[in-house]
C-alpha cells in the first residue's frame, strides 16, 4: 500500500514539474483577458444587428414575441408603394452623387499624391475632408439655410449636391491611399519609357489605381444611402429617401415592417462595405479613414 | 529626320541607329556621348537648400560601362535621375552629342533606366512590360513583337512572357526590367543599384551579365552602386563621389593604385593613412599605403617606421596585423602564417610604388 | 507646369467643398445674428438675441429673466460626449492592442470586424437597442420569462440608454486611429522596453502611451465632436424627454421655427470642434516631431 502512494506521490510530483517546464514561453504579444474583453466588445458590437435581422423573419406582429419564421414583413414593404418611391429617391440620389464624388475625388487624389508640395497644400486637404469632423446637425442645417437664402428648391438635385460634399472625403480617402502605396515609381518608369502624361494615366495610374476608385465609389455610395440627419433637414415633400421615410415609420412605433425595411438596409450597406474593404484591404483604408483627421487638425 | 524601325528600310537601319532619336553621327567607341558640365543642384532655397551636387565635371564615352561610386547621400543617384531627366540641375548643363538636354522631359531623351526595385508594372505582363516604350513609340505591331522576342531571349525569358512580374523571382524580375529598358535601343541605358536587392551569388551571376550584355548590345552602361568590389569588377571607369562633389575619376586600376585623396583611398579597398611626421617627413601629408604591400623588413635592414604588434589574426592566406607605430595604427597583410605576440616590436617596409603622397 | 495641373485637378474638389460647406457655414453664422420669421427663416435688423436667448427669457413686461434651461442642455450635451469618450477610450484601447498582436490574417478580419458598423446606417444600428431596450424588448421579455421580474425594468429613454447607444455608434472612430498609431509602433521598442526589464503595466505607460497619443487624440476628437452634436440617439434612445443639443438645434428648424437660435447653436457647436482641433493638433504631435 505504501508503495502505492509512494507511486502515486512520484507521478504527481512528475507532472507538475512537467506543467511548470510547459509554461507558456515569454511572448508580449499574449496578453491573457484581452481576447475574451475583444470577443465581448465584438458582441457588443453585432448581437444587436443580429437581433434586428432575426426579428424580421418573425411570423408574430408583436415584434419581439417569436412565433414562428416568415417572409410575409417583407412582402409587406416591397408592396407599400411609399416604400418604392423612397427606395428609388435613395438610390438614384445615391448613384448621381457617387458618379459626381468620385469623379471630384480622383482628381484631388491625383493632385495630393502626385501634385507634390504646393504652399496651401495643408489647408486643402484639411478642406476637403472637413466633411468628416463636421458633426452632421451643423452640416444638415447649414446646408439647409444656404439652399433658403439662395432660394435653390429642386427637391432630388438639393439632395445630390448635398450628398456629394460629404461623399467627396470618403470617396477620396481609399483612392488617395492606394496612390500613396503605389509610389510615383511606375509612372517615373513610364516617363522613362517615352509615355506622354496622357497616356500614362490611361495606361499605368489608371489601372493601378481602379481598385482605389471602385473602394471609393462604393464607399460613397453606401455614405449616401445611410445619410438620415441631411436628407431629413433637407429633402423636401417628393423627395424623401428611404431612412427618413423609416424614420417617420419608427417615430409610429415598433412595427415588423420596420424590422424588415431596416434588415434589408442594413444588409445591403454590410455587403457593400465588405466588398470595398476586400478590393482595398481594410488596413488600407481604416488607416486612410484615421489619417484623414489629423490632417483636418494640422491645418487649424 | 527621326528614323525609326517601321519605316520601309527600318530592319537594318535600326540596328545601327538607335530608335526615334536624331544622331550625329554614328557613335564610335572614344567619343564623348554624355558631358556633364558645372553641373550643381540645391533642394529647396538656392542660398540656403542642401547642396545636393556641386561643380561636378564628367565626360563618359561612348561603349562605355561607366559607374558613378560612393555613399549613400553623395548625389550619385541625383546625377542619374538627371542624366534620364527626372531633376534639372540649378545650374550647368547636361550635353548628348554636344547638344544640352538638361531641359528635356524623359520622354525626348534616348535615354532608359533599370529602377532600383524595378518599377515593373503589376498589372502588365512580362511581355507588355517591354513592349511599353515602344508602343508609346508607336512602334508597328510587327515590330514590336519582334523587338521584345529579341530582348527576351537576350534575357533568356522567353517562356516567361506571359507571367506577371509577382511571379517572378527577383533575379527574373531584374532581367524583365534590363529588357525593358534595352528595347527602345537607348543611347545610354542608367542602372539604379540594379544588383542591390539581390542575394549575394546571384548579384556574382548578374554583375557578369550585366557585362555580357553591355559587351553584346553595345551600349554605354552607367551605373550607380555604394559596393565598391561592384565598381571595380564591372567598370571600364569610373567615378568616386562624395558629399555631393567628384573625387576622382578613373579606371578601376587608377583609382585604386593612385588615389588622389584620404576619401579615395580609404573608400576603395582598405589603405592605411600614415602622418607625415610618423615617417620623418613634412608634416602637412598624409602617407597612403595598401595593407597588402606592407612588408616585415628583414634583419639588417633599415625599415620604414618601427611599431608594437597589439593584435595577430590569422586569415588562411594570410595574417592580419594590427600595429601602433606612434599615434598611427597599421594594418598589414602579410603573406601565410605569422607566428607574432602581442607588444613585440617590428620594422615595416614598402616599396616605393605602394606608397601615394595625399595632401587631403 | 506641373503645379498648374495640380491646382486644376484640385480646383473641383476644393470649390464644392468650399461652396457647398464653408460658405453655407458662414451664412449660418450670420443668421444666427438676424431675428426670427414667423414662417421660418429670418429678417433684419442684425442683433445678438439668438445669444442672449441662450440664458435668458423674455418676461411678458418684456424684461429679461435668467433662465438656466438651455444652459443645463448644453451642459449635459457635454457631459455625455465627454463620458461617451471615456468609456470609447478604455473599451477601444484594449481591442485595438489586442488586435495589433495578432497574425496579419488574424488583424485583418478584426479590423474588418470593427470597421464594418461604421458603415451600417446609424438610424437602423440605434433602432436595434430599441428592439433590445424597450418595455416589450428582448432583456425585459427574458428577465419576465424567467421571473427574476414582473414588471419591465425602465431600461430605454434615459441618459444610460442615450450613453450606450453614442459609444455603440462611435466606438470604431476611437479604435480604429488608435490602432493605425499602434500598428506603426516598431514592435523592437516594445521588446527592448521588455529587455530592459519593464513589466506589462510600466510598458504601457512609459512606451505605448506616449507612442499611441497621437491616435488616441485623433480618436478622441473623432468620437466627441460627432457626439456632441448626436441627434439620433437622444431622439430614439431617450424619448425626447432628454432634449441635448443635436435635437435642441433641429427643433429650431422644424417645430420651433427659430432659424437665428438654431444657427446660434450650430455655431457654438462648431466652435466646440474647432477647439478640440486645437487641441488634438496641440497634443497629438508625434513625439517625433516634438523633439
Partial sequence: ?300 | MVSSPSGATAPTAAIVMPSAFPVTAPGTQGDRLIEIAGVEKVFGDPNTGHRALEAINISIMEKEFFTLLGPSGCGKTTLLRMIAGFENPTTGEIRLHGKDVAALPPRERPVNMVFQNYALFPHLTVYQNVAFGLEMLNWKKADITARVDEMLSLVKLSQFRGRKPTQLSGGQQQRVALARALAPRPQVLLLDEPLSALDLKLRKEMQFELKRLQRETGITFVLVTHDQEEALAMSDRLAVMNTGRVQQVGTPEEVYDQPRNRFVADFIGEANLIHGATLGRNADVMVAVRPERIELTMPGFQPRIRGVVEAATFLGSDTLLEIRAGEDRLRARIRGAVRLEPGTNVGLSWPDDAERLLAD | MRFRTTGFLLLPAVAVIFIFMAIPMLISLTYSFLTANTYGGVTGPLSVGAYIQLLYDQDFDGSLVFMPDYIWIILRSVYLAVFTTILSLAVGFPVAWYIVCQSANRRKVLLTLVTLPFWINTLIRTYCWILILRDEGLINNFLKWTGLITHPLPLLYNQGAILLGLVYTFLPFMVLPIYATLERLDPRLIEAAYDLYANRVQLFRRVVWPLTKPGVAAGTVLVFAPALGAFLQPDLLGGGKQLLIGSLIEMQFTSSRNWPFGAALATLVTLAVVAALVWQNRRGKSVEAQA
Fill in chain 1, 1 to 300: 500500500m505504501s508503495a502505492a502512494t509512494n507511486a502515486s506521490h512520484a507521478i504527481h510530483a512528475k507532472s507538475a514539474e512537467a506543467k511548470r517546464r510547459r509554461r507558456r514561453p515569454f511572448d508580449w504579444r499574449h496578453n491573457p483577458g484581452f481576447g475574451p474583453f475583444t470577443l465581448l466588445v465584438m458582441l457588443f458590437l453585432y448581437t444587436p444587428l443580429v437581433v434586428l435581422v432575426i426579428f424580421a423573419f418573425n411570423a408574430n406582429r408583436l415584434v419581439t414575441i417569436w412565433s414562428g419564421f416568415s417572409f410575409k414583413w417583407f412582402v409587406s414593404v416591397a408592396n407599400n408603394g411609399d416604400i418604392r418611391h423612397a427606395a428609388y429617391i435613395s438610390v438614384l440620389v445615391g448613384v448621381l452623387a457617387t458618379i459626381c464624388s468620385t469623379a471630384i475625388a480622383i482628381a484631388a487624389a491625383l493632385g495630393f499624391e502626385r501634385g507634390g508640395w504646393f504652399r496651401g497644400r495643408g489647408s486643402a486637404i484639411g478642406l476637403v475632408t472637413m466633411p468628416l469632423v463636421v458633426p452632421e446637425i451643423v452640416t444638415a442645417i447649414t446646408t439647409l439655410i444656404f439652399f433658403s437664402a439662395i432660394g435653390f428648391h429642386s427637391g432630388v438635385l438639393n439632395l445630390v449636391i448635398a450628398h456629394t460634399v460629404f461623399c467627396i472625403p470618403f470617396a477620396m480617402l481609399p483612392i488617395q491611399a492606394r496612390l500613396n502605396t503605389l509610389g510615383a515609381g511606375y509612372e517615373e518608369a513610364a516617363r522613362d519609357l517615352y509615355g506622354s502624361e496622357w497616356r500614362i494615366f490611361l495606361r499605368i495610374t489608371l489601372p493601378l489605381m481602379s481598385p482605389g476608385i471602385m473602394a471609393g465609389a462604393i464607399l460613397a455610395f453606401v455614405t449616401s444611402l445611410d445619410d438620415f440627419l441631411i436628407s431629413f433637414m433637407v429633402s423636401s415633400a417628393g423627395s424623401t429617401t428611404l431612412p427618413v421615410y423609416v424614420y417617420g415609420m419608427m417615430r409610429l412605433g415598433v412595427t415588423p415592417e420596420v424590422n424588415a425595411i431596416s434588415a434589408v438596409l442594413l444588409v445591403i450597406s454590410a455587403a457593400l462595405a465588405l466588398v470595398a474593404f476586400i478590393i482595398s484591404r481594410p488596413s488600407e483604408a481604416a488607416t486612410a479613414a484615421a489619417a484623414g483627421t489629423p490632417q483636418t487638425a494640422a491645418t487649424l
